[in-house]
């Protein structure tokens, strides 16, 4: 039989169906046995014969261990000759075939006489023996061969042997049972081969998707890599624009140079949140953004978005309003990505929407899992609004609904992301609008509930630690930073804090700073510098602090990289807190006020 349709010529898949015939047939030689001694004992005349019985035994017990070697050498190498083999399979069922023909031709010849008994064993050792045309599917070529030893020389003894007309009854039976069976075995042989060819291509293409996954895997990390990178670059010099942008903005400027400068400040922070956003993208799409379990304020996140967006509401006629319903005081959960989400909706708000007002209503209802709230945000604006045909595609990334104004562009990622966001928090964002009325995007978030007894805790612990700062007492501080830009721009900060600086550009040069006679109040460190780097410089002065029983300076990580990895791998080092770049005065001067109040220590 032709098996070149189903494309199983090749060496392996003939070791598939070589290793399925040895465990089909690896006891059979034990079912030729018994079913020989099941016909011959129940003859007397048969009976008589115990050494004739006991040769053809020997054969059929030789014949199994035959199987036996077979099967253990076939399973347990895979080096084998398979020709070869299949040969050794057609030699043992061949010979099983002339030794069962035998043994029947003989026990026909001492027992002519057909009786119901005798009948009733021809019958079922000829079914047993015939059936084991079945067993030899995976092989055509041994089933056939097989068929024509064991079927016509039974019926052939049959015929010649036994007394009429029984003769002719079972020789019909046994040719037709046999024909039957044949026919069958046939068509299970080319259902076996159609299936081992199936699974095989089911096997390959397994292996094709696996690879295909993780060549989709390496190359999204190596694409969130790429990013990381080059958002690390882009930061650097980023914090130096900004940083001198908001440095002129502090001096002594006419109206017209004002604008200049905040045209500059809001281009960079523009360029930034886009810079935030592609990275976010990217994370997202990589499976690698990971959110966050910490007690905050719903309040709070809402106020600090409001406040960071204000500058933008004062060069409109727009008013802003707040409206907070029932909601606890504290939740937990991931606030810097609510942040995130409500600075880009709020954000999106402001920019399509020229006059009028724009409101955030906060609720909350109850949830049906245990312990959890549900938050809902609305935010609501009397803007250009949304057509009903772009309602359906603004999710979509790099889709923009300005797409007919030149004026109001973006990177058309904001929603996309806000929309991946409020699926990664499990929640749900929905949009109602209408052109020429306005907006209402709502966002229903999940939240942890905090017990009342620590929610009043922490507020009575955080009201006795509120101290204004004292900017009168002077830090003495180490920056170790190697970008001469950023060396200025921090420099300068720090002296408009009231805080003296000593600068050092490279680990090398910090750790001498340190092992001087010189107290520093707090160091802020880069991370990325040449000759000795952050880390490095930051575990060595642990070390020596441990050395010498000093008590631990405050160390903070000046950095452009932004991962999650990196601010954890800042905390393994010895570093007390993290600020990334780009900041602003406002974000160093936090950081300054926390280190006056011993928060680092």
Not at 72 to 88: E, K, L, Q
Request: overall charge negative; charged content about 20%; proline content about 3%.
């Amino acid at each position: 039989m032709n098996h070149s349709r189903y494309m199983l010529s090749d060496k392996q898949v003939s070791h598939i169906s070589l290793k399925d015939l040895a465990q089909r047939s690896r006891f059979g030689g034990v079912f030729y046995l018994l079913a020989f001694w099941a016909a011959v004992f129940s003859s007397t005349a048969a009976r008589a014969h115990l050494d004739i019985i006991g040769a053809f035994s020997f054969c059929f017990l030789l014949l199994q261990i035959c199987r036996l070697v077979l099967f253990f050498s076939v399973s347990s190498s895979n080096t084998i000759d398979i020709s070869s083999y299949f040969s050794r399979y057609a030699f043992v069922y061949n010979a099983s075939a002339i030794v069962w023909v035998s043994g029947s031709a003989w026990l026909f010849y001492v027992n002519p006489m057909v009786d119901l008994a005798v009948s009733i064993n021809m019958m079922a050792a000829a079914g047993i023996s015939i059936g084991g045309v079945t067993v030899l599917a995976p092989s055509y070529k041994i089933m056939r061969s097989y068929f024509v030893l064991i079927c016509w020389p039974f019926a052939l003894a049959a015929g010649l042997l036994l007394d009429n007309p029984g003769n002719v009854i079972v020789a019909g039976l046994i040719l037709g049972y046999g024909l039957f069976i044949f026919l069958t075995g046939k068509q299970q042989n080319r259902i076996y081969w159609q299936a081992l060819n199936d699974n095989l291509k089911l096997s390959e293409q397994a292996e094709e998707l696996e690879k295909a996954k993780i060549a989709a895997e390496l190359a999204g990390q190596a694409k969130a890599n790429f990013l990381a990178a080059m958002t690390h670059e882009i930061r650097t010099p980023m914090n130096g624009v900004l940083g001198m942008a908001q440095l002129l903005s502090m001096g002594d400027l006419n109206e017209q140079q004002k604008q200049q400068v905040t045209v500059i400040n809001n281009a960079g922070r523009t360029l930034m949140h886009i810079i935030n956003n592609i990275l976010d993208y990217s994370k997202i799409n990589a499976e690698q953004l990971k959110l966050e379990k910490i007690e905050f304020s719903p309040r709070n996140v809402v106020n600090e978005v409001v406040l960071l967006l204000s500058p933008q509401f004062e060069v409109k006629p727009i008013d802003i309003l707040c409206t907070f319903g029932d909601i606890p005081e504290l939740v937990q959960g991931d606030p810097y990505r609510l942040h995130q989400i409500l600075y880009n909706l709020i954000g999106n708000a402001l920019k399509f929407t020229h006059e009028g007002e724009i409101s955030i209503e906060v609720s909350s209802q109850k949830s049906q899992a245990e312990n959890t709230l549900i938050l809902s945000f609305a935010i609501r604006d009397t803007g250009i609004g949304i057509s009903s045909e772009d309602q359906g595609k603004i999710f979509e990334q790099f889709y923009q609904v300005s797409h007919f104004n030149p004026n109001i562009r973006g990177s058309g990622l904001g929603l996309s992301i806000t929309q991946r966001l409020v699926e990664l928090m499990e929640g749900t964002i929905s949009v109602e609008s209408e052109l020429g009325v306005g907006s209402v995007f709502t966002i229903d978030l999940p939240f942890a509930l905090i017990a009342q007894t620590v929610q009043n805790k922490s507020f009575q612990s955080s009201e006795k630690i509120e101290v204004k700062p004292d900017f009168q007492s002077g830090l003495h501080i180490l920056l170790v930073e190697d970008n001469k830009v950023n060396q200025m721009l921090c420099e300068q900060f720090f002296l408009k804090l009231g805080c003296s600086v000593d600068c050092a550009e490279t680990g090398i040069m910090a750790l001498e700073r340190f092992n001087s006679a010189q107290h520093y109040d707090v160091i802020f460190m880069d991370c990325n510098m040449p000759e000795m780097d952050g880390f490095l410089a930051t575990s060595a002065i642990r070390k020596i602090e441990r050395d010498k029983h000093l008590k631990q300076t405050p160390i903070v990580a000046l950095t452009a990289h932004v991962e999650e990895s990196v601010k954890q791998k800042c905390l393994d080092a010895g570093m007390n807190a993290f600020l990334s770049k780009p900041f602003l005065f406002e974000d160093l001067e936090a950081m300054v006020d926390k280190v006056r109040r011993g928060g680092l220590s």
